[in-house]
């Protein structure tokens, strides 16, 4: 399938937003690859470094000189400082070539907020989910990497990689197809990519800075003075992110004239230990900082701490300790001065839970927000906001899961009770939400487990998640994420010595890992699992990592081991008097015993499977396990017992009112008389199994359903 936005290769990410063309380097897109976006509506000057890029593409590479076919995609670079415009020039020349490949345009960021790098494993899913292309819970780096560039092997694509730290992050997912286009951003050259000549961008052209100045001040005030706007502009360093900063002081000023503001950024000493590249950005950000009010420029240092750099009014109002319409008006305010950009669309009228409205952390002002907060707040204080900022993220997944329960349950009276702005309308903007805020809610979940100091919020945070996203997904479609999460909690249980919840989490994860054929891996886990529940002395947990061990063997064909385990977690469950786990592992170790050709171990396992069911009064599954136990003694050479079994779980099923059931052991009596030689009778028992489906179709189900195939 093709990615969001394919046909018209729209690129991912956030619009400039309401503050102007936003130009700021670096800034993380608020949800994965492939989301669309409208593009810019305005991007001033670059008009030589666009020539470039545009030259660059058609030049020819080394390969075709000496007369090779290329084989791989070439690669683009935009080299430059945050701040120096390098992602909107991204975006811009994407947007120009986007007609040139129908396949869509596939943007993925490659480092956090924080400066951390990006895992490959993550970069890679996202790229796939760009093309809705399944991706194995639990696979690592390689498989990852060669299921992208399979994917691109047979598109034609853009793919914009932006803020790469390095070489190795970008030459995994360059694609073996000279028919895609790779854009790759960064701070320095990526030494080790061949034929790559990287755009480095210094300052904009006086006139085009000018221009972008006008955006914001409007003509009258550059007009009445051209050199005070000049001058302005060379303070800036003619850095896109410093005049946006500077353009959104004087709009807030309207009887402050360029001059003024030029005066009073002269004024302002350099920082001498920053890099000169960086001190531009650093003054104007420093005079706009300075002017806001000591409440605001408080708020301003807590967003440093938003997850992947997104924030929404429910977000910021936890971070200040606000009302949510308090938290929206300081959300616009700051986007009208440059601090942030608009990530979504406006809310619509009768949006709950703030199901639109996310604004961007520019990426190039974070480390001075990080410089300040760590300055000028307690580190209580900062770990309140934390806290605040957790509990209403878990009180949001838990509404977001709760309106997926049915009318009337204990869950959706609870939601009733919560505040509007915290309830959905209906499950589709639940869902909707939970979708634009997955990759802020897993960047949360990571963050909060690497901090350590909240983990009682991190494990609450983690199961509501995981519950939200089961509930809307589907463990199946939402298992690449639980696999994370679940990693999450082992991490946080293996810190605490929190033993019963590290059996789970190896549990669940070994789980996953047996579910898409990792078997050795899920043994592995299933061992550790029991290790950990006999620390926690957790019976449940113990048993079922004994069962699962055995699942494990079993899938790896090895009845003995198999067997051994599953005898092992059936006595314990024997001494609990769990009778239902009982008639399971009866089951179980009835079928490793038949594949292990153990016929008379098979039977009576069988037969214990049908007594405990007979005690429990389930007659449904007394008549499955009456149906295995005949086909065993079918295996095993006894034709007539098998009959007469199989006739005993027929009528049993006809007590049970199973008519789906029944037909099918009629279809199971029909064979083994088919076997005896007795073909008339045979017939008769299909007929009843006709009549009682009605169709022939649907005995055919039922005949695959009851033999396992």
């Given amino acids: 399938m093709r990615p ?12 400039r937003g309401t503050a102007g063309p936003g130009p700021h380097g670096g800034t993380p897109p608020p949800a994965g690859p492939g989301r669309s976006a409208a593009r810019p509506t305005e991007f001033f000057g670059r008009v030589r470094e666009l020539k470039a890029l545009h030259g660059d593409i058609e030049r020819a590479g080394l390969n075709t000189l000496s007369g090779r076919k290329e084989p791989r995609a070439r690669v ?20 120009q070539l986007r007609d040139g490949y129908p396949d869509g345009v596939v943007r993925t960021r490659l480092t956090e907020p924080g400066g951390e790098a990006v895992p490959t494993e993550r970069t890679a899913r996202e790229i796939l989910g760009a093309f809705a292309i399944t991706t194995p819970p639990g696979a690592g780096e390689d498989e990852l990497s060669e299921m992208v560039r399979e994917a691109l092997a047979v598109r034609r694509v853009l793919l914009f990689l932006d803020d790469a730290a390095d070489a190795g992050q970008v030459d995994p997912l360059v694609p073996d197809n000279p028919d895609c286009l790779v854009v790759a951003v960064a701070q320095g050259p990526l030494t080790g ?11 904009m052209d006086a006139k085009a800075a000018i221009e972008l100045l006008a955006r914001f001040t409007g003509a009258v005030r550059i007009t009445v003075d051209p050199q005070a706007a000049e001058s302005l ?11 946006v900063l500077i353009g959104g002081w004087l709009a807030a000023r309207p009887t402050a004239s360029v001059a003024d503001a030029t005066k009073r950024l002269r004024a302002l000493p350099h920082d001498p230990e920053r890099p000169v590249g960086d001190r531009p950005l650093a003054r104007a950000f420093r005079l706009v900082y300075e002017t806001l009010p000591s409440s605001a420029a408080r708020v301003l240092r807590l967003f440093a701490l938003a997850p992947a750099g997104v924030l929404d009014a429910h977000t910021a109002s936890a971070l200040a300790g606000c009302s949510v319409s308090a938290a929206r008006t ?3 305010d700051f986007t009208a001065l440059g601090l942030l950009r608009r990530g979504g669309g406006p809310a619509a009228d009768g949006q709950s839970a703030d199901t639109a409205g996310q604004y961007l952390v520019p990426g190039c002002l974070l480390p001075l927000l990080r ?19 957790l509990e209403r993220t878990v009180r949001l997944l838990q509404s977001c899961r709760a309106i997926t329960e049915p009318d009337g349950s204990p869950a ?26 997955q990759p802020a809610l897993l960047a949360s979940a990571r963050l909060a487990v690497t901090d350590g100091e909240l983990d009682t919020l991190a494990r609450r945070l983690i199961a509501a998640l995981v519950r939200a996203l089961a509930a809307h997904r589907g463990t199946e479609a939402a298992a690449p994420e639980l696999y994370g999460l679940h990693q999450l909690v082992l991490d946080i249980a293996e810190r605490r010595d929190l033993h019963r919840e590290q059996a789970a989490a190896l549990l669940n994860i070994g789980d996953l890992d047996a579910r898409t054929g990792r078997t050795q891996d899920a043994l592995a886990r299933y061992r550790a699992a029991l290790d950990a529940g006999r620390a926690a002395n957790d019976l449940y947990a113990t048993g079922r990592a004994m069962e699962s061990v055995g699942g494990a063997y079993q899938d790896l064909q090895d009845w003995q081991r198999a067997a051994d385990w599953y005898g092992r977690a059936l006595a314990q469950r024997l001494s609990r008097g769990e009778r239902a786990d009982e008639a399971r592992l009866y089951g179980r170790l009835g079928t490793v015993h038949t594949y292990a050709g153990h016929y008379g171990e ?8 049908v007594a405990v069911h007979r005690r429990l009064r389930d007659l449904p599954a007394q008549a499955r396990a009456l149906s295995e136990a005949a086909r065993v003694q079918e295996y095993a050479g006894r034709p007539q017992e098998s009959l007469e079994t199989c006739q005993e779980a027929v009528e049993w099923a006809r007590l049970a009112g199973d008519v789906r059931l029944q037909a099918a052991l009629q279809l199971r009596v029909a064979d083994t008389l088919d076997r005896l030689g007795d073909p008339a009778a045979a017939r008769l028992h299909r007929a009843t199994a006709d009549r009682l489906l009605e169709t022939e179709g649907n005995t055919y189900e039922i005949r695959s359903a009851l033999a396992g195939e």
Avoid: F, N
């Fill in 76 to 95: 683009l670079l935009i080299a430059g400082r945050p701040g120096a415009g390098r992602t909107a020039l991204a975006e811009e020349l994407a947007g």
């Fill in 602 to 609: 098979a039977l009576r396992s069988w037969r214990a499977a």
């Fill in 371 to 389: 410089d300040l907060l760590e300055r000028h707040d307690r580190e209580s204080e900062v770990q309140l906001a934390r806290a605040r900022m």
């Fill in 193 to 203: 990519i061949p034929d790559v000549r990287p755009c480095t961008l210094g300052g």
């Fill in 412 to 437: 959706r009276k609870r939601l009733a009770t919560l505040p509007r702005s915290l309830r959905y309308p209906t499950v589709a903007a639940a869902a909707e939400w939970l979708d634009s805020r």
């Fill in 330 to 332: 300081a959300l616009a």
């Fill in 4 to 15: 969001v936005g394919a046909g018209t290769g729209a690129v991912a990410g956030p619009g």
């Fill in 233 to 243: 502009a060379e303070e800036c360093g003619g850095q896109p992110a410093a005049l």
